[in-house]
């Protein structure tokens, strides 16, 4: 989170010192109560113009042609994109929004508690901070071109200025969020199975939607008609992109996946990847992207090197197409190395901090490796335990636990659901991440 320099009050205006005598008033100007009594008929005269003049057209007919009026009340089930209605445990988000301008940073020191689960937010123009040093503030022309939000994950100290969006980038609704518990798990569940787990302690669920590293390549669930069905049933969806992986990465089986001799070129294409399947499934824009870097070999400058010139690309091609970049990996290996670019000023860092250490129990807010205030507010997820098994309504799933106070895919809800056919890919299977 950024931090920002108090306001500093305006110093009055020196006065300026009167001359030593003033000059004597010329013998042929009128007396000073003679000006005042001439302009106060000037003043008279005029208000009686105005009070008979007919009003505009437009105050007798009612808004103009074209102008837009806004409905503040959001009820039951539908809403438009853009604003969150909660009933119960089912959230359901619509499909217009208006852009969102860059706001200003949020305190520094502030911090978001995790909301009791299934509480989903999602921001508004000129609402809390999503913010980045730098960023710039205040209503952009009319004619200007609109701006993707800031970082979420806006970095405390020492932070570089945000980038510019190139010009033609696609405006940006602010993300939907979602604190609480989630669970993700190498191959999303029938529709079935997850109608028996909304009994279950979590309201978000991972879905390995595309990369050549993916462990199960083959959803056989996952469709547009998924997406929107689970949506709408009330789960917030985390979308992970499982690409090409550290150079030297400790799985052998994702050795094969290594990214090659020129990972800047590498990560852009992989970004376009990422976005055309996440279109594909119908997650919309302003929608994070989580990149999946599995655990690699610690201390090797070399390998570290080649992954961050990766993942900066994949970011800022993920950012271009209006996507927000997430980070998913290991808290002593990718994650260590994030934060340690983020405190060197590195630009192109992930959004949102999605770190893995399996130590039982939730520790959101109290990740050693990361400074209290990196990656928030509302921008983290900590995976917490790994390969466990849980059964609700009579079904069982192995998972992985996540705690998180982070953005969700926004899914436009749909005019009819898509045809059951598969994400397009030209990806290589391998094993669970």
Same mark, same amino acid.
């Given at each position: ?110 911090? &978001? ?49 945000? &980038? ?241 106070? &982070? ?27």
């Amino acid at each position: 989170m950024s931090t920002r320099t108090p306001p500093v009050s305006e110093a009055a205006p020196a006065l300026v010192p009167a001359p030593p005598s003033a000059p004597a008033r010329p013998r042929s100007a009128p007396p000073p109560g003679a000006r005042a009594v001439v302009a106060a008929v000037l003043v008279a005269l005029a208000t009686v113009a105005l009070l008979n003049a007919p009003p505009p057209s437009a105050a007798r007919n009612g808004p103009a042609p074209g102008s837009a009026t806004t409905d503040a009340a959001t009820t039951g089930a539908g809403t438009t994109e853009g604003s969150a209605t909660t009933t119960g445990a089912a959230t359901t988000v619509g499909s217009a929004a208006a852009p969102l301008a860059p706001a200003a940073p949020a305190a520094p020191g502030a911090r &978001a508690l995790p909301a009791p689960r299934g509480s989903v937010a999602a921001g508004a123009p000129g609402a809390a901070a999503l913010g980045s040093p730098g960023a710039p503030s205040g209503p952009a022309s009319p004619d200007a071109p609109a701006l993707a939000p800031p970082a979420l994950g806006a970095p405390a100290l020492g932070a570089p200025a945000l &980038a510019l969006p190139a010009l033609g980038a696609p405006a940006l609704a602010a993300p939907v969020r979602f604190a609480g518990k989630a669970f993700d798990t190498c191959e999303a569940p029938s529709l079935a199975v997850m109608r028996a787990w909304r009994g279950s302690p979590y309201g978000a669920v991972g879905i390995y939607f595309g990369g050549r590293g993916r462990g199960c390549p083959v959803q056989t669930e996952l469709t547009p008609a998924w997406v929107a069905s689970a949506h709408a049933m009330g789960w917030r969806l985390l979308p992970l992109f499982v690409g090409s992986q550290a150079p030297c990465v400790d799985s052998l089986a994702k050795r094969r996946f290594a990214i090659g001799g020129n990972p800047a070129s590498q990560g852009t294409k992989e970004g376009g990847d990422a976005v055309r399947a996440a279109r594909a499934l119908g997650i919309g824009t302003s929608s994070p992207l989580y990149l999946d870097i599995e655990a690699y070999r610690r201390g090797d400058t070399s390998c570290a090197a080649t992954t961050l010139s990766f993942v900066r690309a994949w970011n800022r091609e993920v950012r271009r197409l209006g996507y927000l970049p997430g980070f998913y990996s290991s808290a002593e290996t990718g994650v260590r190395d994030m934060e340690t670019q983020r405190k060197a000023g590195t630009k192109d860092l992930p959004d949102v901090m999605w770190f893995a250490r399996w130590r039982g129990q939730p520790a959101l807010l109290t990740e050693s490796v990361l400074h209290p205030e990196a990656w928030t507010p509302h921008a983290r997820i900590h995976q917490y335990a790994g390969n466990v098994t849980e059964t609700y309504g009579g079904r069982t799933l192995a998972i992985d636990r996540n705690a998180m106070d &982070a953005p969700v895919a926004r899914v436009p809800a749909p005019t009819r659901f898509a045809a059951r056919v598969p994400v397009p890919l030209s990806f290589v299977a391998s094993r669970r991440p």
